[in-house]
T-cell receptor, first 116, second 110 residues
Framework: EAGVVQSPRYKIIEKKQPVAFWCNPISGHNTLYWYLQNLGQGPELLIRYENEEAVDDSQLPKDRFSAERLKGVDSTLKIQPAELGDSAVYLC??????????????FGPGTRLTVL | TQLLEQSPQFLSIQEGENLTVYCNSSSVFSSLQWYRQEPGEGPVLLVTVVTGGEVKKLKRLTFQFGDARKDSSLHITAAQPGDTGLYLCAGARNNNDMRFGAGTRLTVKP
């Protein structure tokens, strides 16, 4: 079974440029998460989707970040314009929403963004 | 302020030694998970604990959930170089509101 797929794995851009990350979750996983992970820190939730609905985007900086999951499967996270402080690893995770799953999340390898 | 405090932040030991890392909070969690993350990869789930006082063993790893469901520990016996990585705990206050600690970076030297 394929895991969570993310692309690109690495991205280097100049500040003020736009950037987009793509995530394809595990087949059948209705919950999708985008996290930001700074060096030496744990993942911080940016947005959580239940199917195509964003149910928790309270930590998403909406002035420059946007996300979509139009058909409830794959998702795109966009930053426009990027700032130096956005340099980090962007992780995507998915899970199956069920009473017994205890929100066990499966992570992709992440996209490492460097803003110059 | 982190919701979950992990300690120590860094740990470097020799192969064969035992170690314990901790995950503490003032909040009560419905479940707590431990993940291990290697460089360039996403975190991988090791265990989920849900009952206060619960102990789970995974080969040389022993996980314990505190009686009050506010803290947890991970003990590794006879550490091996393959155990090297970032160990993250994550607590859920309900089934979908999960928060991660900053992690303990473990290095096991041969």
């Amino acid at each position: 079974e394929a895991g969570v797929v993310q692309s690109p794995r690495y991205k280097i851009i100049e500040k003020k440029q736009p950037v987009a990350f793509w995530c394809n979750p595990i087949s059948g996983h209705n919950t999708l998460y985008w996290y930001l992970q700074n060096l030496g820190q744990g993942p911080e939730l940016l947005i959580r989707y239940e199917n195509e609905e964003a149910v928790d985007d309270s930590q998403l900086p909406k002035d420059r970040f946007s996300a979509e999951r139009l058909k409830g499967v794959d998702s795109t996270l966009k930053i426009q314009p990027a700032e130096l402080g956005d340099s980090a690893v962007y992780l995507c995770a998915s899970s199956v929403a069920s009473v017994s799953s205890y929100n066990e999340q499966f992570f992709g390898p992440g996209t490492r963004l460097t803003v110059l | 302020t982190q919701l979950l405090e992990q300690s120590p932040q860094f740990l470097s030991i020799q192969e064969g030694e035992n170690l314990t890392v901790y995950c503490n909070s003032s909040s009560v969690f419905s479940s707590l998970q431990w993940y291990r993350q290697e460089p360039g990869e996403g975190p991988v789930l090791l265990v989920t604990v849900v009952t206060g006082g619960e102990v789970k063993k995974l080969k040389r790893l022993t996980f314990q959930f505190g009686d009050a469901r506010k803290d947890s520990s991970l003990h590794i016996t006879a550490a091996q170089p393959g155990d090297t990585g970032l160990y993250l705990c994550a607590g859920a206050r309900n089934n979908n509101d999960m928060r991660f600690g900053a992690g303990t970076r473990l290095t096991v030297k041969p």
